[in-house]
């Protein structure tokens, strides 16, 4: 006789549309999502209850908890930064604005010393998460016809690799020069004599960062 097995420990069923990110916090507790319905929640992983809700005022793209979970930030659809203090739930960089909604990925993730936060879109952006500034924009003009939809980070903090769906290449840079190490293409070819390959909408490190996973547009993951 078979049995039958419920793997489902909880549903969250709280956001009014597309749930398009989600995020645990560093210890365990917390469960951050986000949605077109340009709300961030935040759940407590305990009672499997919403502990609470913040309006955004634009669709949601990506979220993320500081390294040592005193911040979670989001962007929207639109490119925007939103940080939030998880210690009085206060805004602390971004201005809640609404807008028509527009189309986009906006990958973003903590550096490992949590100071400063990557920001994915046509190109990839650092801001200081102290003042809300731009520290610098890596290799904007090299990245403008390629979407950043995805980007992942070593555990120390020294690589990052940034997927391009537009033109397929994945790019490992030097997080510390933001020197070009080296550009993959999943699946190549030759278009206008510029070297292309499928579009990448996701990449990961393994803990060790020896290894790079890729999945994108030809419905294959790759190491």
Known sequence: MSKSFRFEKATLAAHAGLVSAIA????GDKLASVSDDRTLKI?????????RTLFCGRSLSDVAFAPDGTMVACTTVTGQLL????????LLVGEIIESEVI??????RFMPDGKTVVLGGFGITLVDVGTGREQRAVFKEDL???????IALSSDGALLVSAGVETGAIVV???TSWRRLRTLFSNPF???GKQYGAGIWGVSLS????????GGKDDVARL
């Open 43 to 51: 759940w407590d992983l305990a009672s499997f209850r919403l502990d």
């Open 24 to 27: 645990f916090s560093p210890n």
């Open 207 to 214: 803990p060790d960062g020896q290894v790079l996973a890729s």
């Open 103 to 108: 189309g986009g990925s906006h990958p973003v």
């Open 144 to 150: 403008a016809f390629d979407r950043v939809a995805s």
């Open 190 to 192: 030759l278009f206008q």
């Open 173 to 175: 840079w030097d997080a």
């Open 83 to 90: 940080l939030w203090s998880t210690l009085n739930w206060k």
